[in-house]
């Protein structure tokens, strides 16, 4: 799950909305709501989906502090200032590799490396525009992109509020901590699940992802 930290004024009154919303729904979502206190979503708009993309591609599977300390080794080979698609062919994949990265993972990060060199990543501008499941479905043709990783794009780049991604473990095991569960819902459950939430799914993820700290 990718970690947050600050939000803007107007994002907090959003964010209060979607709260009341959430914490409407039942005594569940109320009690951890008030426990976990306000949503601290915080949306990266300033990153260009290439750069957003290869963030979500270190976090998968991982920790956020986790994958950070790995972002920020990466970082340090480009005094500080996140890479360019032209630094990153032009650097030794090994020197990537040993920043943290699986060979799985560099070996994503170097095809959309080639992907946004090619023009086949959107810019900011053009993917704002774009239908949700349309930027899914044109991002996954990538290698290595799955729909998790377009997803946080959705949510932390774009800052699509309705955005629920089932495929997440995170989610999967914070519905079923917050519910009392013996197993997590099933994708299919948490789908349906997810028409309850709407149109606060990612707010509702961010709670769900507080279950596991």
């Known amino acids: 799950m990718i970690e947050s930290s600050g939000i803007s004024v107007n994002q907090k009154q959003v964010f209060k909305q979607a709260s009341s919303f959430l914490a409407s729904l039942d005594d569940d979502w109320q009690q951890h709501i008030a426990r976990v206190g306000e949503c601290q979503l915080d949306l990266k708009p300033v990153q260009q989906p290439y750069e957003a993309l290869i963030r979500a591609i270190a976090h998968q599977q991982l920790h956020g502090k986790a994958a950070q300390a790995i972002l920020n080794r990466l970082l340090v080979l480009y005094e500080g200032k996140f890479p360019t698609a032209m630094q990153l062919v032009q650097t030794d994949p090994q020197l990537i590799h040993a920043c943290g990265f699986s060979a799985r993972k560099l070996d994503s990060i170097l095809g959309i490396t080639q992907a946004q060199l090619q023009g086949e990543i959107p810019d900011f501008s053009t993917a704002q525009q774009m239908q949700s499941e349309q930027l899914i479905a044109q991002l996954t043709q990538l290698k290595g992109v799955g729909r998790w990783t377009v997803e946080m794009l959705l949510i932390f780049n774009l800052g699509r ?53």
Do not use: C, F, H, N
Request: proline share 6%; hydrophobic share 40%; net charge positive.
């Open 161 to 213: 509020l309705d955005v629920w991604p089932v495929d997440d473990y995170a989610v999967q095991q914070g519905y079923r901590r917050l519910k009392k569960l013996e197993q997590a819902p099933s994708k299919k459950e948490l789908r349906t699940i997810g028409e309850q939430l709407a149109p606060y799914q990612s707010v509702a993820a961010w709670y769900l992802w507080r279950m596991m700290d």
